[in-house]
């Protein structure tokens, strides 16, 4: 395993314990998407159907088991422990917008036709996606708490460290997985905007980055 994948894994792990922390301390869900917490509990449960079946390393299989365990627990926080708390009025996106698509396109694009590789080409397209019902929240609302942003500059970093594994991997292993790279670019892509709002604005001290209400 090389530094990027390693280092992308931490920052993975980093934004969602960073999430339930803010969720936990402050007793609320104020400011998180509920939808796509779910959506990313999809991705994990459709990616690691494998569990039980392939194994590849200790660090493999606990990695899968961990991003499963927390990812169900976020969205346990969210619609049943501190349900009082959220505000689903702002979490408004319409999921059936990247679900149908994605679905489609697990069908036409996938390396073998079978329930497992379209599952796991369904969790690559959706996650590259599923970050979007918390940013169209925060473009709603017109602002975001620094821990919501914290947690948003982890996941983005995570994306970003995940290209720089794909090339470090073609370079020295002649490795390229299609699919992934492509969904992980549109990912990161998503978030250029949020990471210059994060340096210019969170990082200069305010609590909360504001963002232009749209007109």
């Known amino acids: 395993m090389n530094i990027f994948r390693l ?66 627990a976020t969205v346990y926080l969210i619609y049943v422990r501190f349900r009082n708390t959220f505000n689903s009025e702002n979490d408004s996106f319409r999921l059936e917008f990247l679900l149908v698509p994605v679905i489609g396109l697990s069908f036409l694009e996938n390396y073998a036709f079978t329930p497992l590789e379209i599952l796991w ?3 690559i397209f959706l996650e590259s996606v599923a970050i979007m019902p918390q940013l169209f929240m925060i473009t709603k609302t017109g602002e975001a708490e620094s821990i919501t942003t914290h947690y948003l500059f982890f996941l983005g970093l995570y994306r970003a460290l995940y290209i720089a594994n794909w090339v470090w991997r073609y370079h ?26 994060y340096v210019t604005k969170v990082l200069r001290g305010r609590g909360k980055m504001t963002l232009p209400m749209p007109v």
């Open 7 to 72: 280092a992308g894994d931490v920052c993975h792990l980093v934004a969602i314990i960073i999430l339930l922390l803010k969720i936990w301390r402050s007793r609320s869900c104020a400011g998180i998407s509920g939808k796509s917490q779910v959506l990313f509990a999809i991705v994990f449960t459709t990616r690691y159907l494998d569990l039980f079946t392939i194994f590849i390393s200790p660090y493999n299989t606990i990695m899968k088991v961990v991003f499963l365990a927390l990812s169900y």
């Open 121 to 123: 080409t369904f969790s």
């Open 172 to 197: 020295t292993e002649g490795f390229f997985d299609q699919i992934a790279v492509v969904s992980g670019v549109v990912q990161t892509i998503f978030y250029i905007d949020f990471f210059y709002l």
